[in-house]
């Protein structure tokens, strides 16, 4: 019987210290500093997973320029870290697909590229979100995201 209690007790533990870590594991300033040594790999990474995903529709990620706008916040609900970067993505039509011959296909579409912070490292995500610079995706979100400065 102890054992079970003692066993409970330890993956209790573990469980909220991985909980406490997602979010806290690492002081914002030390984020930050592991953004900047990891951007360039985090951007093809952004690129990689947001053209995966098969989002807009009908249309194929050509390339992303990036700014040197960035935010650094904390989702309110986990507390996890993220930070959002400015991007500027062109697209080209799939061939044969709805999209194809439209000219605003070629038209650069301005975003903000949203990474993650697992507690060790910066992950990206894929998500962009469109026609908002970093500082607005934090006013536009404020329920979900409070700026850390």
Request: charged letters at 25%.
């Amino acid at each position: 019987m102890i054992e079970w209690v003692v066993g409970g007790g330890v993956v209790v533990g573990a469980a909220l210290w991985g909980l406490w870590r997602v979010g806290r594991g690492v002081p914002p300033e030390q984020a930050r500093q592991q953004f900047q040594q990891q951007r360039e790999h985090l951007e093809a990474d952004f690129f990689d997973r947001a053209a995966g995903s098969g989002k807009p529709r009908g249309l194929l990620w050509k390339e992303c320029e990036w700014d040197d706008q960035i935010e650094f916040a904390r989702e309110k609900r986990s507390g996890q870290l993220v930070a959002i970067a400015g991007v500027t993505i062109s697209f080209e039509a799939i061939p044969g697909g709805d999209m194809e011959g439209l000219p605003a296909v070629g038209n650069l579409r301005a975003a903000s590229a949203v990474f993650v912070h697992d507690g060790r490292r910066w992950q990206a995500t894929g998500r962009a979100v469109f026609n908002l610079k970093p500082a607005e995706v934090l006013t536009h979100f404020a329920q979900q995201y409070e700026r850390i400065s």
